[in-house]
C-alpha cells in the first residue's frame, strides 16, 4: 500500500471557508512534501516540511507535521474557486537497504464553490 | 522561465510501435524522474536518475527505459508498447533528489490501442 495515504478522498466547501487535508504514512521520514495538480496538469510544489520542524505556512497554507502520530495536515485558510484542485502528498523516507524514496499518495480532491 | 518540457502533449499509439517521450529541463538540476499517473493508484515511479549515466529503477519500471546522456535530458522510451501502458506520464527534476522540490512538467497523455 501507499507509504502516504491523504484524508478525506474528496472535500467540498464553500468559497471563505477553510480546507483541511490529512496525510498519514507508514515509516520514519526525512521530509514530507505537499503537491496541488489542477485537472490532469503537472503537480505544483506547495510546501517541504523536514522531519525536525512542526509547522510552516506558507501565504494561505499551513502544514504540520506529528511524527509521533506520522500524520501531516494541509490548511487552506479563506479558500477561493481557484483553490479547486487535487492535493497530494508525498512522503521522503529512507530504505531498509540504503537510498531514499520519495513516494506519492492517491490525493484529496478539493472543489470550492461560489 | 525556469520549467520542465515534455513532448508530445498527446499521444495515440498501436500496440508494439516504439515511441519516445521527450523530457528537458533548464534548471541545471541533478534529478529527474519519470511517473505514471493513473486513477486510484496515484503517482508511480518509472525511473530515476541522481545524475549523468546514473539511472535506476523506480516501482514500475517494466516495459520502460530511459537514458540520461546529458543533464538536461531524460527521456522515456517504450520499446513495445501494450495497451496497459496507457496512461498519464509526468517528468520531474529536483536540484538535489528527495531532500528538494520536483519541478512537473505538464504531462504527455499517451494511448495504446
Known amino acids: 500500500s501507499q507509504q502516504g495515504e491523504e484524508d478525506p478522498q474528496a472535500l467540498s466547501i464553500q468559497e471563505g471557508e477553510n480546507a483541511t487535508m490529512n496525510c498519514s504514512y507508514k515509516?520514519?521520514?526525512?521530509?514530507l512534501q505537499w503537491y496541488r495538480q489542477n485537472s490532469g496538469r503537472g503537480l505544483v510544489h506547495l510546501i517541504l516540511i523536514r522531519s525536525n520542524e512542526r509547522e510552516k505556512h506558507s501565504g494561505r497554507l499551513r502544514v504540520t507535521l506529528d511524527t509521533s502520530k506520522k500524520s501531516s495536515s494541509l490548511l487552506i485558510t479563506a479558500s477561493r474557486a481557484a483553490d479547486t484542485a487535487s492535493y497530494f502528498c508525498a512522503t521522503a523516507y529512507i530504505l531498509t537497504g540504503g537510498g531514499n524514496k520519495l513516494t506519492f499518495g492517491t490525493g484529496t480532491q478539493l472543489k470550492v464553490e461560489l | 522561465e525556469a520549467q520542465v518540457t515534455q513532448n508530445p502533449r498527446y499521444l495515440i499509439t498501436v500496440t508494439g510501435k516504439k515511441l519516445t517521450v521527450t523530457c528537458s529541463q533548464n534548471m541545471n538540476h541533478e534529478y529527474m524522474s519519470w511517473y505514471r499517473q493513473d486513477p486510484g493508484l496515484g503517482l508511480r515511479q518509472i525511473y530515476y536518475?541522481?545524475?549523468?549515466?546514473?539511472?535506476d529503477k523506480g516501482d514500475v519500471p517494466e516495459g520502460y527505459k530511459v537514458s540520461r546522456k546529458e543533464k538536461r535530458n531524460f527521456p522515456l522510451i517504450l520499446e513495445s508498447p501494450s495497451p496497459n501502458q496507457t496512461s498519464l506520464y509526468f517528468c520531474a527534476s529536483s536540484l538535489r533528489s528527495y531532500n528538494s522540490p520536483l519541478h512537473f512538467g505538464n504531462g504527455t497523455r499517451l494511448t495504446v490501442t
Open positions: 515509516t520514519s521520514i526525512n521530509n
Open positions: 536518475s541522481m545524475n549523468v549515466e546514473v539511472t
